[in-house]
C-alpha cells in the first residue's frame, strides 16, 4: 500500500516565497504521518487568479529556479516525493505546469493541455505533450491539471501509459459533479484517482477544497470537506494492473482496457472538434 497525502491549503498570490515555506511544512508533517507522496493543488506555488500576463510572469517560477530547489531539499530529507504546482515561466511562455520532485530532485514535469478563459489560464501556453506516466519507485503515476480532468481522453491516455495512480491537482472553483467525475475516471480506468483541490478566497473567486479518493473499483475510500487540511489515503497499486473484473467466474466477467475497440474510435482523434478552439475566449 502506498500512504499518499493531498495538502488542501491557501496559496498566497504571487508570494512564492511564502508558499515554499508552506509547501516545506505540510511536506515534513505529511511524512511525519507516514506519507511517502504528498500532493499540492494546481499553481500551489504561485496563486492562480491573475488579471494580466504582467502580473502573472512575475509571480512565475522556472523549472531550474531554487523554489522547486527548495522543494527538492525537503524531499531529500524526508526520503519523500511531492507534486506541486506552479505558474512555470520558459523564455516568453508561461505554462500550467505540474512538478513532480523526488528525494533525488525534480523528476518530471506535465504542462496543462486544456486550459481555460478563468485565472491564468487565460496567458498561459497549453501544453504540447501527452499526459506523462512517471516510473517511481512508489509505482507508476500520471498527472493532469483541473480541466484536464474533464475530458475522459485524458485519464484513458494515462491509464494505457501504465499510470497506478492518476493524480489530478486543481483549482476547482465549484464542486458540481465533482465526485461523480473522480469515480468515474477511476471506475472507467481501473485506476487510482486522486484529486486535490485548494480553498481560501483569491481575487474574489471562492475556493471550497473537497479532495478525495477513488480506487480502481470506482469507490470512495476518502474525502474532505471545506477549509485547509490533509486527506490522508493509502492505494493499493497492484490493484490498478488487474483490470479484469470477474463478478462470476468464468460466466460474467469483463475488462474495460482489454475489450476496448479502438478500430472504431478513428473520430476520437481524426476529426477536427465541432466546437470553438481550446481557450477561444482566451486573453
Excluded at 470537506?225 to 490493484?239: C, I, Q, R, S
Aim: with cysteine; aromatic share 8%.
Amino acid at each position: 500500500m502506498l500512504p499518499v497525502c493531498g495538502v488542501q491549503m491557501a496559496p498566497r498570490r504571487g508570494e512564492s516565497e511564502a508558499n515554499v515555506r508552506i509547501t516545506r511544512s505540510a511536506i515534513e508533517a505529511a511524512t511525519r504521518e507516514g506519507a511517502r507522496l504528498v500532493v499540492f493543488p494546481e499553481a500551489s506555488l504561485t496563486g492562480y487568479v491573475f488579471h494580466d500576463k504582467e502580473s502573472a510572469r512575475a509571480a512565475a517560477v522556472e523549472a531550474a529556479g531554487p523554489e522547486l530547489a527548495e522543494v527538492a531539499e525537503v524531499c531529500r530529507v524526508a526520503d519523500a516525493w511531492a507534486v506541486v504546482g506552479a505558474i512555470e515561466r520558459d523564455g516568453d511562455l508561461l505554462h500550467n505546469s505540474l512538478f513532480l520532485v523526488g528525494p533525488d530532485g525534480p523528476a518530471g514535469r506535465y504542462r496543462k493541455l486544456h486550459t481555460l478563459c478563468l485565472g491564468v489560464d487565460r496567458f498561459t501556453t497549453p501544453g504540447s505533450e501527452p499526459p506523462p506516466v512517471f516510473e517511481t519507485p512508489l509505482g507508476r503515476i500520471g498527472l493532469n491539471i483541473c480541466y484536464d480532468g474533464t475530458f475522459p481522453e485524458t485519464g484513458r491516455a494515462l491509464k494505457l501509459g501504465g499510470a497506478q495512480l492518476i493524480v489530478l491537482s486543481t483549482n476547482w472553483p465549484n464542486l458540481r459533479l465533482k465526485r461523480e467525475q473522480v469515480r468515474i475516471r477511476a471506475y472507467e480506468n481501473h485506476v487510482n484517482y486522486l484529486a486535490v483541490n485548494r480553498v481560501g478566497i483569491e481575487e474574489g473567486v471562492a475556493f471550497h477544497g473537497g479532495s478525495m479518493a477513488a480506487d480502481p473499483s470506482g469507490e470512495m475510500i476518502s474525502e474532505i470537506g471545506d477549509g485547509p487540511g490533509f486527506l490522508h489515503v493509502e492505494f493499493d497499486m497492484t490493484a490498478a494492473d488487474a483490470t479484469r473484473v470477474v463478478e462470476v467466474g468464468g460466466e460474467y466477467e469483463y475488462d474495460y482496457v482489454a475489450d476496448r475497440r479502438p478500430d472504431m474510435y478513428g473520430k476520437l482523434t481524426n476529426s477536427p472538434p465541432a466546437g470553438e478552439p481550446s481557450g477561444s475566449r482566451r486573453a
